[in-house]
């Protein structure tokens, strides 16, 4: 029986802390699915669709090797999702007790509505202190973002001009 994960997240833009929890999920699990979800909670700075193509080209660029599907969720829950698909693991990097706080009980609701258990994958320490809203900021005020990003990101982020 193969086991399918899904690693959700807005990946706005997505960062090298997301593609190293990214591999080390393909490399623990049979299948795993990126889902590039909308947050209520946030302001993206970008379109789903242009997330679902800059995760595309950086899992290409990165050769992560394994199943590894990206698509994208807006209507519904997670767990929705993740029951059309067979996943029983969803898959959470996590950098810090803050990020901890903020995810416990999201997975004790998703365990409650559909038995979907939660993994925490803690960061490369070269990651821990990167995040996407850290990213734009740096992006959006000029600063260099190629040590934060895959090279498909920062040539888009460099393309374009932000807000």
């Not at 802390?17 to 393909?26: F, K, M, Q, T, Y």
């Not at 994208?72 to 996943?87: Q, R």
């Not at 803690?122 to 600063?143: E, F, I, T």
Request: proline share 6%; hydrophobic share 45%.
């Amino acid at each position: 029986m193969s086991t399918v994960a899904v690693v959700p997240g807005s990946f706005d833009p997505v960062t090298l802390g997301h593609l190293d929890v990214i591999e080390r999920a393909a490399g623990l699990f049979d299948e795993v699915h990126v889902v590039v979800v909308h947050n209520p909670g946030k302001a993206a700075l970008f379109p789903i669709a242009q997330r679902v193509t800059l995760l595309e080209q950086s899992l290409s660029q990165a050769k992560i090797a394994g199943d590894v599907v990206v698509t994208s969720w807006s209507v519904g829950l997670l767990v929705d999702y993740c029951t059309d698909v067979g996943a029983t693991v969803l898959v959470k990097g996590v950098r810090s007790q803050v990020d901890v706080t903020y995810e416990t009980p999201m997975a004790i609701v998703n365990r409650n509505l559909a038995g979907i258990e939660t993994v925490f994958l803690l960061p490369d320490p070269a990651h821990a202190h990167v995040s996407s809203s850290l990213v734009r900021q740096v992006a959006s005020l000029g600063g260099d973002v190629s040590p934060y990003v895959p090279a498909a990101v920062a040539d888009y982020l460099a393309k374009t001009e932000l807000p």
